[in-house]
């Protein structure tokens, strides 16, 4: 009798976990790369057609004031995948190793994945990872993530046509490609292996983190896609600065903006064809779509963001802690829960997607995370809770010297040269500059009029945010806080 007491409150258990899980909404975050606030249709863009996002944002919720974690890939990444601002992330800047990849996260990092494993989800990364080089503690199957496809390295995926790619620890071959060309385009093959995904985890609940690589250069899509756009409009061949021995630089193009246009539109029939997939299984009302952009529209590669209008109305480009670098287009459907065509001017980033998601499942976060939940905005259920202010540094002194940012409310402080590169052999030694700028958004949204001088008080809070909400890091310093 009590084995049989035993086996029954088991059986019980596990019945209530999946009944538990049954319950839990399936998540899909699609990342695209370098794609501009404006490259949407959904967000204006007038000769880019992306009918499928555009479907999305109309199912769902369209952000207008939502920032990326920073203006360059490895470190928003890592800003969205732990839910912590770059004053406090371990990665801050796009820092390379000799090895394949990137500066490694650390093994007990919090994250997303590990934090939905915890509630039964199956997870998985398909796309451009970044934070971490193969088999390093930073390696996605170390940080909550079943199954990986895709580039490991942000260098490795600057050419659509490598002749592998990583599954979980192991390459999958293409020996047919030849980094320019070839028969097996990267972004197709990721689709795939995302689509088996959902296939293979209908029953879920499963959590998909898909960061293509579109649209980040080299300019490179598949013909059928080019011709969509071939002859649209007057261009100018991009040369290119590609290195075939040492794999670096990027690839030209004879039509660099149709080129453009024809790979942000691939990569919206890519997305649209997830959307089939949740149809087909019945599954769209219970799973959760999100979609953003990594950093603002790019300025290299033969890439033409004033032609399409990539950050309109906006100072800056990727790599820029200006508007146009960081804000990002933010959409976020989930049928019955928001509101089909609702738009929202909440001021967010990507560090709150983490407790986000942890609302939602139920899960506990630390008490660091810097992120709020904005599940009251997304369903229109309870109050939202508001920032007091958005940070952001980058230390990288080849992007306007090094940079820090704040948003608070309707003002933006900027500061440049804060890692100053410095002239010839005292280039260590160089001191750093640049004083704090400050614009009004609401008035001055191209942060053009810079009125720092006339409120010496806001500059002082600013000041003072700043001070507070930078940790030093041996990794990433910033001189002229780390003194």
Not at 96 to 117: C, H, R, S, W, Y
Not at 178 to 204: T, V
Not at 284 to 296: E, L, R
């Amino acid at each position: 009798m009590k084995r049989l007491s035993i086996l029954i409150a088991l059986l019980a258990t596990v019945l209530q976990l999946s009944a538990a899980q049954s319950t839990l909404p399936n998540i899909i975050y699609i990342l695209a790369d370098d794609l501009g606030y404006g490259d949407l249709g959904s967000y204006g863009q007038e000769k880019i057609e992306t009918p499928h996002l555009d479907k999305i944002a109309s199912e769902g919720m369209r952000f207008t004031q939502h920032y990326s974690g920073q203006a360059v890939c490895a470190p928003a990444r890592c800003s969205l995948l732990t839910g912590k601002h770059q004053g406090h992330a371990y990665i801050r800047n796009n820092k390379e190793l000799p090895q394949e990849g990137q500066t490694p996260i650390p093994g007990d990092t919090f994250t997303i994945a590990k934090m939905l494993k915890t509630k039964g989800y199956a997870t998985a990364c398909v796309g451009k990872w970044g934070l971490g080089y193969p088999g390093s503690e930073g390696d996605p199957n170390n940080q909550g993530f079943d199954l990986f496809f895709g580039n490991n390295c942000q260098r490795h995926a600057h050419q659509f046509y490598r002749n592998y790619l990583w599954k979980n620890d192991q390459k999958v071959m293409y020996p047919e490609n030849k980094d320019i060309s070839g028969p097996n385009y990267s972004a197709d093959e990721m689709r795939k292996e995302a689509l088996q995904f959902i296939d293979e985890n209908k029953d879920g609940p499963f959590f998909l983190y898909y960061a293509t690589p579109i649209p980040h250069v080299s300019l490179q899509v598949p013909d059928e896609s080019l011709k969509q756009y071939e002859g649209r409009w007057p261009e100018k061949p991009y040369k290119g600065r590609y290195n075939a021995k040492t794999g670096k630089g990027y690839t030209g193009h004879a039509t660099p903006r149709a080129a453009y246009a024809a790979m942000v539109s691939h990569m919206d029939r890519n997305i649209g064809m997830l959307m089939a997939k949740l149809d087909e299984h019945g599954l769209t009302d219970n799973t959760i779509v999100m979609f953003a952009s990594d950093n603002g529209a790019t300025y290299a590669g033969g890439a033409d963001p004033k032609f399409f209008n990539g950050a309109p109305n906006m100072r800056g480009l990727k790599g820029q802690l200006y508007e146009g670098g960081i804000r990002v287009p933010f959409i976020a459907r989930w049928p019955g829960q928001i509101a089909a065509g609702s738009t929202s001017e909440h001021i967010s980033a990507f560090w709150d997607i983490l407790p986000t998601f942890a609302e939602i499942v139920g899960a506990e976060v630390p008490s660091d995370v810097d992120g709020i939940s904005l599940l009251p905005t997304l369903t229109g259920q309870g109050e939202q809770a508001q920032h007091e202010a958005l940070y952001w540094e980058f230390n990288s002194a080849h992007y306007n010297g090094g940079q820090i940012a704040v948003r608070m409310g309707d003002w933006k402080a900027v500061k440049v040269n804060q890692v100053s590169r410095g002239k010839g052999k005292k280039k260590k030694d160089a001191p750093f500059h640049g004083a704090l700028e400050l614009y009004n958004l609401k008035d001055d949204p191209k942060e053009s009029n810079n009125l720092a001088a006339q409120y010496p008080e806001l500059v002082d809070r600013m000041e003072a945010i700043i001070r507070r909400e930078h940790t030093a890091s041996e990794l990433f310093p910033i001189k002229s806080l780390d003194l």
